[in-house]
């Protein structure tokens, strides 16, 4: 398999995870990032990096997955009302919106 073909089937498997975590309650979440840090973990020891490397690779992925969760429930409209840590849409020159007129 050449690397091209093994990461898109990564980011297949990984996008469809972040999917089914989607559908999840936020309850229910924690324990499915736990196995995929566990094993996320594991595989990166395998294939030959230090316990404290794959630690973080672990947890970097986890974190990964988290915020593709969000970004799938945030288009699907699951997130009402205006968020508090996201900065309001830009503004675009030219638009009547800010008083200002293409020519």
Do not use: W
């Not at 970097?60 to 205006?82: C, H, K, T, W, Y």
């Amino acid at each position: 398999m050449s690397v091209g073909a093994a990461l898109e089937l990564l980011l297949r498997l990984i996008y469809n995870r972040a999917m089914k975590l989607a559908a999840l309650p936020e309850d229910e979440r924690d324990i499915h990032y736990d196995l995929i840090r566990r094993s996320c973990c594991e595989a990166a020891e395998h294939i030959g990096q230090n316990p404290d490397k794959a630690a973080i690779t672990a947890n970097d992925m986890v974190e990964f997955i988290r915020a593709l969760v969000g970004i799938i429930e945030v288009g699907r409209g699951s997130n009402q009302g205006p968020s508090t840590d996201r900065p309001p849409p830009a503004r675009h020159f030219g638009s009547r919106e800010n008083g200002l007129t293409r020519i």
